[in-house]
């Protein structure tokens, strides 16, 4: 029974902060990729950050310099943090975990940029 718990989503102004969490069990989670996604309604998910097993991290273009990903392998748990958030990066984020063909998705949490 694996299990993605994500929390820290709510609302922010524009130039606002945010930070993510995604609490992770059922898997051995240091051997996993993570990454959060996000889906903006009428669009299709996006890949918005990724931290592999092996230490790699990578980043969509729109967040890269602002997002920063990271991963405690002591408390099963990945990290987003959002700075200099914009309008446009309203949507569901959701936590991801994969290994092969092992992979499993957490229920979302909404993020709403708004003055």
């Known amino acids: 029974q694996v299990q993605l718990v994500e929390s820290g989503g709510g609302l922010v102004q524009p130039g606002g902060s945010l930070r993510l969490s995604c609490a992770a069990s059922?898997?051995?989670?240091?051997?996993?990729?993570m990454g959060w996604y996000r889906q903006a309604p009428g669009k299709m998910r996006e890949l918005v950050a990724a931290?592999?097993?092996?230490?790699?991290?990578n980043y969509a273009a729109s967040v890269k310099g602002r997002f920063t990903i990271s991963r405690d392998n002591t408390k099963n748990t990945v990290f987003l943090q959002m700075n200099s958030l914009k309008p446009e990066d309203t949507a569901v984020y959701y936590c991801n975990a994969r290994r092969y063909e092992l992979t499993a998705w957490g229920q979302g949490t909404q993020v709403t940029v708004s003055s």
């Open positions: 059922g898997i051995i989670f240091s051997i996993y990729d």
């Open positions: 931290f592999t097993r092996g230490g790699i991290t």
